[in-house]
């Protein structure tokens, strides 16, 4: 899977809604798979099954 860049958009209970930067696709994905301090605003990058905060 290619590199995409997210922007946190909703958290509900335990689940985040992601949106892809580039196209808007969205994307619900457990919080549990987020790095730590993660929230509403922030900026992810994925790549190699890994999420990392871009500052």
Known sequence: MEPKDYIITEIS???A????????ETLF????L????????TKLHYEMLEYTIVE
């Open 34 to 41: 987020l790095p730590p301090g993660s929230d509403i605003g």
């Open 29 to 32: 994905i457990a919080l549990a």
């Open 13 to 15: 209970g335990e689940y």
């Open 17 to 24: 809604t992601l949106t892809e930067i580039i196209n808007g």
